[in-house]
């Protein structure tokens, strides 16, 4: 029950499909979640200690946000009255803070106590980020946090998000899609996009870390692509956000590849929101992950010519092919998501790009990527930046 279909859900609330030949409509705003994590800083001088934040009342101890996770057990289930935390603000929008029903303004550690996060590219969380929530069980998805380049490209309509495809974040301005996903958003009149990182369970909105949504400033097509070919070949994009992506435990980059990477024999890992059944399958909530040979373009072409393609078939050497087991595949819908292999030096490196392939999950029948590795001259010459950028520090 592995076939990933890239979807989209209307947050909270009912699924609501546009009219056109888009994807669902996805909800929520940029950092919608309403409790669970730290919101802005605000004033506080009623409370007498100045500046705070504003923090779910659990978080918050003798005025101090704890750091430690002391007395988190259950942060969810409301206290007794008389255990109550001591605190010099009130819960509910009536009281001095001014954070909101069941928020405190809370003294923050200082900086220098709370370990920063630091950047580093292909750096999967194999357990999650806030240790395990799913049980070990839970075949085929992901924990929370644990490919954090993956993104999803929203369409925006007025106040309405609608799922296009998937993309990856390779730099703190740069995410990597595939043309054929957003090219009629190059052209005259087209809507805006944005992209959403740090998202997890689409039906969720008290995740551990909220999700950050970007727009996009500007769309790159490769310029050999050519939407009117249909063969895709050059299907790959740069999209380019307006502003500059905040990393963290959930929202970091896929490191690139170099030109000499192929992948061959390497099992790797296509990562989405996806339905386990080509026609008649049912969505994922929570972010899925297929695992996935990859075999030689060889292999992937003699497979390809006993499908419709015909024995005449010529796989295009900028594509990389992975799969060809009983329902692991990428699908419909999945355009621009990764295909992501680990590395010996223990981190992961990005091989392909969802692009096409014949029906989905059917054996031995191959689904077909963009190899990355072929692009790199064209990536760093829009981005701007050296190729060892984008690769693990030594």
């Not at 958003?185 to 039906?203: I, M, Y």
């Not at 890992?269 to 899925?288: E, F, Q």
Request: proline share 6%; with cysteine.
């Amino acid at each position: 029950m592995k076939v990933l279909l890239l979807v989209a859900f209307l947050l909270g609330t009912t699924l609501a499909y546009p009219q056109d030949d888009d994807g669902p409509v996805w909800g929520g705003s940029s950092n919608d979640n309403d409790d669970g994590g730290i919101s802005s800083r605000v004033g506080n001088p009623q409370s007498g200690f100045g500046n705070c934040e504003c923090v779910p009342y659990y978080l918050c101890k003798d005025n101090n946000i704890i750091i430690d996770g002391s007395g988190l057990l259950d942060p969810r289930k409301k206290p007794v009255a008389s255990k109550e935390p001591k605190l010099s603000a009130r819960l509910g929008p009536e009281g001095p803070s001014g954070c909101g029903p069941f928020h405190v303004c809370c003294i923050a550690p200082e900086t220098s106590t709370v370990k920063p996060y630091t950047h580093q590219c292909g750096f999967r969380n194999v357990n999650g980020i806030n240790k395990r929530i799913l049980s070990p069980n839970g075949k085929d998805l992901s924990e929370f946090g644990e490919w954090p380049w993956q993104g999803a490209v929203l369409k925006v309509e007025g106040k309405v998000n609608i799922f296009q495809c998937g993309a990856v974040l390779i730099d703190s301005y740069h995410l990597l899609t595939v043309a054929h996903c957003v090219y009629k958003f190059t052209l005259e009149n087209a809507f805006p996009l944005k992209v959403r990182l740090g998202e997890w369970d689409t039906q969720n909105t008290n995740e551990f870390l909220k999700h950050e949504d970007y727009e996009v400033e500007k769309i790159y097509i490769h310029p050999k692509y050519d939407d009117e070919r249909k063969n895709l070949w050059d299907d790959i994009a740069i999209l380019k956000l307006k502003a500059e992506v905040s990393f963290g435990p959930h929202i970091d980059t896929i490191c690139l590849p170099n030109n000499q990477e192929h992948f061959a024999g390497v099992q790797c890992v296509v990562t989405g929101w996806g339905k386990n059944a080509y026609k008649n399958g049912s969505y994922s909530n929570v972010l899925r992950e297929v695992h996935v040979p990859v075999i030689t373009n060889d292999r992937c072409q003699e497979l390809l010519r006993k499908t419709r393609l015909s024995e005449w078939y010529v796989l295009y050497e900028n594509f990389i092919c992975a799969g060809g087991e009983s329902n692991a595949d990428s699908c419909k819908g999945d355009g621009g998501g990764p295909l992501t292999c680990w590395r010996k030096d223990g981190t992961y490196g990005l091989a392909g790009l969802v692009s096409w392939g014949i029906n989905c999950g059917s054996p031995n029948v191959p689904g077909v990527y963009v190899r990355v590795s072929n692009y790199l001259d064209w990536i760093t010459k829009i981005t701007g930046r050296p190729i060892s950028d984008y690769w693990p520090r030594s």
